[in-house]
């Protein structure tokens, strides 16, 4: 079992960055893969980035080239830079990890951090 602490969220400009952060209560090498989903009002939760124990990283292709996911290993954290926002980009961010307990493959969440871009 894992649990998520995620931070970072906030008001920003169109343009604008945000570095939103997920520490994870346990080692990164224990867990299969995080990733970050976002869900704005009215729509699904959908993936945003992801990374894997072994560094692999995948990007909805809405977000490839402005947002880039990374992992301090020593700090337990998964980063989410965020970069040329708009605002469309607007939802909650929610944190995820999957990692295998007693031979299953289980998903944890993070609590969601809202970002709003906006003028």
């Known amino acids: 079992q894992v649990q998520l602490v995620e931070s970072g969220g906030g008001l920003v400009q169109p343009g604008g960055s945000l570095r939103l952060s997920c520490a994870a209560s346990?080692?990164?090498?224990?867990?299969?893969?995080m990733a970050w989903y976002r869900q704005a009002p009215g729509n699904q939760r959908e993936l945003v980035a992801a990374?894997?124990?072994?560094?692999?990283?995948n990007y909805a292709d809405s977000v490839k080239g402005r947002f880039t996911i990374s992992r301090d290993n020593a700090k337990n954290t998964v980063y989410l830079q965020m970069n040329s926002l708009k605002p469309e980009d607007t939802a909650v961010y929610y944190c995820?990890?999957?990692?295998?307990?007693?031979?299953?493959?289980?998903?944890?969440w993070g609590q969601g951090t809202q970002v709003t871009v906006s003028s």
């Open positions: 995820n990890a999957r990692m295998i307990v007693r031979g299953t493959l289980n998903s944890y």
């Open positions: 346990k080692s990164l090498f224990s867990i299969t893969s």
């Open positions: 990374i894997t124990s072994g560094g692999t990283t």
